[in-house]
């Protein structure tokens, strides 16, 4: 019974596909190229939207990790800067509680001219590295402008 | 050619009529579970495959007003394990072995807590340490899985722990500042949403977060940690010396500003010892309230301080006006004693303060009149809350003249601080406009809010009334000065470095209409004198030694002053330091 899966029809048709020897159809090669690529486009969109969803849950999963590592930092740098922990090192490295303290005035004048930090001082004239001019010079011999 | 048409039989038609039926039925099946309870069967679906979880936000951090951390979040991690994929048993043991090494607990009791478990996801830690967490996370042991969450660690240990407070299980503050701020310091939650498979795995990449967590905002404190662990450790001394039954409170304020400094109380909560109360005895859940905002109590003569600024600023008397004091004054057919039974003859007002004379108060408060002295009372605050940042807070008691049970009797006793309730806090802030220049200002705990941005959001001082004028304030500082520096003796709450001025107060607690033989001990002072930097209340509640305000809570308020404004960096202006070659 084999005959019964032959093709009905009037003998064997060509097959529109590009053979060797003879042209090939560029439309059907181009539509086939197109219905290719459009069977593809799913799959190729979903792997895509895979990987970038995988790589942002790994992001984020960093991005978590990172500030709970910060905040756990944060935690101990608060931990180690408590007032227990400062007077338990404190003792450690032999500091004992001060005594009482004794508090002076100063009744020296204070030094003259005042010590000031030099950032705060007006800028001082810089000498000019020109050449004085000629007349100036000159003027500067005639006793009536000494 | 024509074909046969077959012939209708039953052969045929009833089959046909069965299977159109079924079919039929199908149909109709179909219609009501994809259309007519599409809903519920969705729902269902999407609670079997998918499940949901509060994504707590980080709660805001509680600094000193130094930026010094006393409370602050943590990432944690809350672990769940999935009973049906724990019901393949090789799996079980494997992953229970891990998680129990992880956890420190015995594998084969959390195999049992899990197979009893009636839920799918059984949670089995809460707030399990983070590095931890990220070790079980990278085990990928079956049937684990983990939601972050936050937890509180209080650095500098229970220090403030009662001004702080505590947060529940759902990261909502329950007490203390905690409570207080807590729209401010607990951020929005958020949801996580993810799926799993049909043995309640959760499916790889199938998280997604549906609603992003909002971090709540940092809170600045006015509160210095290191002012606060000194007056907590003279408190806690002072109890123990003077053997105060009920404890005791240490408040320290900038009466300029209404900033709290340091707010003591004892006994207190303590963060070590949080999973030991017992919320069914009144004593622990006593500790859930801040002593010093709630509870009300009688002042005693410190009130004389109120009562003097009253009569000063209404102008009846002065500080130098005389009244002659027998030992009683007789009002409305009762006798009124001095609190030592003692006469002092010829007085001033400064004298009144100084001796701390009953009848004198009594005699300011006639001239004033009930009207006049319950308006200032009123202008500075009492009988309602301050209005502090801080939970349940009291409003004291005021007996008034148009209460049906009144008696001129309450006024007097009312000027020396009994028939009138007050909360040390109210207190506290009416003394601060005695001596900041008459301004009632509204007390406060929080300095400023930093939202996650950075956005930093001062809270500024806040006057709500003037109680009395600055030349009275003037003059009331100086008779407080004279209290704490008398001319030819020494005063216990004298500092040793800093010009101050203060008042004691020895009430007694009344019970059930009647006073018995337990007392308050309180004293109030501030210094320096010009320009007052702290103003502190000691008070002892019960001690059972008998030492009045003077004896026993003007001492500390002298070491206390010296210590404090040395370590806010003020000069000393007393007598007690030594000027260069005069040592």
Request: glycine letters at 10%; hydrophobic letters at 40%; aromatic letters at 6%.
């Amino acid at each position: 019974m084999a005959a019964i899966n032959h093709p009905l029809g009037h003998g064997r048709r060509s097959l529109p596909i590009p053979l060797p020897g003879g042209s090939p159809n560029w439309w059907v090669l181009g539509a086939m190229a197109i219905v290719g690529f459009s069977a593809m486009l799913p799959v190729l969109q979903n792997s895509w939207t895979t990987t970038r969803g995988f790589e942002t849950q790994d992001l984020e999963a960093r991005q978590a990790q990172l500030n709970g590592d910060i905040r756990q930092l944060e935690a101990d740098v608060a931990n180690l800067t408590s007032l227990t922990r400062i007077e338990r090192r404190a003792l450690a490295i032999g500091l004992g509680p001060g005594g009482t303290p004794v508090y002076v005035t100063v009744d020296e004048a204070g030094p003259a001219p005042a010590k000031i930090p030099s950032e705060l001082l007006p800028e001082l004239e810089r000498a000019s590295d020109e050449p004085e001019s000629m007349w100036r010079s000159l003027f500067s011999r005639v006793p009536l402008l000494d | 050619m024509a074909l046969q048409r077959a012939q209708g039989t039953r052969r045929v038609w009833l089959p046909a009529i069965v299977m159109g039926l079924f079919a039929l039925a199908i149909f109709a099946r179909l219609i009501q579970l994809q259309v007519i309870e599409h809903e519920r069967y969705a729902q269902a679906a999407d609670a079997e495959l998918s499940a949901s979880n509060t994504i707590y936000a980080r709660r805001g951090t509680i600094l000193d007003r130094n930026g010094n951390v006393l409370s602050a979040s943590v990432d944690t991690w809350d672990i769940y394990v999935s009973a049906r994929a724990w019901r393949d048993d090789a799996e079980a043991q494997t992953a229970s072995e891990a998680l129990a090494l992880a956890l420190g607990v015995d594998a084969a009791a959390l195999r049992a807590r899990v197979a009893e478990a009636e839920t799918i996801d059984v949670l089995i830690a809460r707030d399990v340490e983070f590095e931890v967490g990220n070790e079980l996370s990278a085990a990928s042991l079956p049937g684990i899985s983990m939601n972050a969450n936050t937890a509180r660690v209080n650095p500098e240990g229970d220090t403030g722990a009662a001004v702080l407070g505590f947060i529940g299980l759902d990261n909502t503050g329950l007490a203390g500042v905690e409570a207080a701020w807590n729209e401010v310091l607990q951020g929005k939650p958020g949801t996580a949403i993810y799926e799993r498979d049909t043995t309640g795995e959760r499916i790889p990449f199938g998280d997604h977060v549906a609603i992003a967590p909002e971090p709540g905002s940092d809170l600045v404190l006015t509160i210095d940690r290191h002012l606060q662990k000194l007056c907590e450790d003279y408190l806690r001394a002072a109890v123990e010396k003077h053997e105060a039954k009920k404890g005791g409170t240490i408040l320290m304020m900038h009466p300029g500003t209404g900033e709290i400094l340091c707010l003591a109380t004892e006994p207190a909560l303590k963060f070590s010892e949080l999973g030991d109360l017992d919320l069914t005895d009144p004593e622990d859940l006593a500790l859930l309230k801040n002593r010093a905002v709630s509870d009300t109590y009688e002042p005693g003569s410190v009130m004389k301080v109120v009562t003097a600024a009253a009569a000063i600023d209404r102008g009846v008397v002065s500080p130098g006006t005389t009244y002659v004091d027998n030992g009683v004054v007789n009002v409305a057919g009762i006798e009124i004693r001095n609190w030592d039974f003692q006469y002092y003859g010829t007085q001033t007002m400064t004298g009144v303060l100084q001796h701390s004379i009953n009848t004198g108060a009594v005699y300011m408060a006639k001239l004033l009149g009930a009207e006049a002295f319950h308006s200032y009372l009123d202008a500075f605050g009492f009988g309602r809350p301050t209005g502090v940042d801080l939970m349940g807070e009291g409003g004291g008691i005021v007996r008034r003249p148009d209460d049906k049970d009144w008696s001129p009797v309450d006024l007097a006793t009312q000027s020396f601080g009994q028939s009138i309730s007050v909360t040390p806090l109210q207190l506290t802030s009416a003394v601060a406009a005695v001596i900041n220049g008459g301004n009632l200002v509204r007390p406060h705990i929080v300095k400023a809010t930093v939202e996650p941005d950075g956005d930093r959001r001062d809270v500024q001082p806040r006057v709500v009334g003037r109680a009395i004028s600055e030349e009275t304030s003037d003059t009331m500082r100086q008779m407080m000065n004279d209290v704490v520096d008398p001319d030819g003796r020494t005063y216990p709450g004298n500092p040793s470095l800093y010009t101050a001025g203060g008042k004691s107060g020895t009430a007694n607690i009344p019970i059930y209409g009647s006073y018995n033989d337990q007392q308050i001990a309180s004293f109030i002072g501030f210094a320096p004198l010009d320009d007052p930097e702290i103003l502190v209340l000691i008070m002892l509640d019960d001690n059972r030694d008998g030492a009045t305000g003077t004896e026993a809570a003007a001492p500390i308020f002298a070491q206390l002053a010296d210590e404090t404004l040395g370590y806010l960096g003020i000069a000393p202006d007393g007598d007690g330091y030594v000027a260069a070659g005069a040592r």
